[in-house]
């Protein structure tokens, strides 16, 4: 991925689903979404175990497929364990119309998943962290 590539994604993106959102303000999904929102990106939650609570001023979603269909996420940054992305990329082909990036957080590879979003069509990001790549690109 070039840094041509990530500088259209990051001024491109609207809307961002963050898969692995942790209700703690000290753990990475949570202050990165934040970061992200004071960027100017909708970010949308997404924790079976949060859903329906409200953080970030958004309501967080059990997975993917709950995200309503006006909502027109065009990234999802996932923050889980790698053996989990190839599921996470397949929820969000079939329930995201309007995807285009596929990103996973530092220290989350998954050739498998990155493969099968490729195969679609997405972009992918891998094993880097927005919150990182925004100041580094000066965006």
């Known amino acids: 991925m070039t840094d041509a590539e990530l500088r259209e994604i990051l001024q491109t993106t609207k809307v961002i689903a963050v ?14 979404a ?7 990106y909708r970010v949308i939650p997404v924790n079976p ?3 329906g609570q409200s953080f970030l001023g ?3 979603f059990a997975d993917l497929a709950s995200i309503p269909a006006e909502i027109a996420v065009d990234m999802v940054d996932i923050f889980r364990a ?8 397949e929820e969000a082909l079939a329930h995201l119309p309007a995807l285009r990036t596929v990103w996973m957080q530092l220290g989350v590879i998954s050739e498998e998943g990155a493969a099968r979003a490729r195969a ?19 965006l």
């Open 19 to 32: 898969v692995g959102f942790s209700a703690k303000p000290d753990r990475a999904s949570h202050y990165v």
């Open 34 to 40: 934040a970061f992200l929102q004071t960027k100017g």
């Open 49 to 51: 175990g949060l859903a």
């Open 58 to 60: 958004e309501t967080v």
């Open 82 to 89: 790698p053996e989990a992305v190839p599921g996470i990329v």
């Open 120 to 138: 679609a069509g997405k972009m992918v990001v891998m094993d880097r962290c927005p919150k990182m790549e925004i100041p580094r690109l000066g």
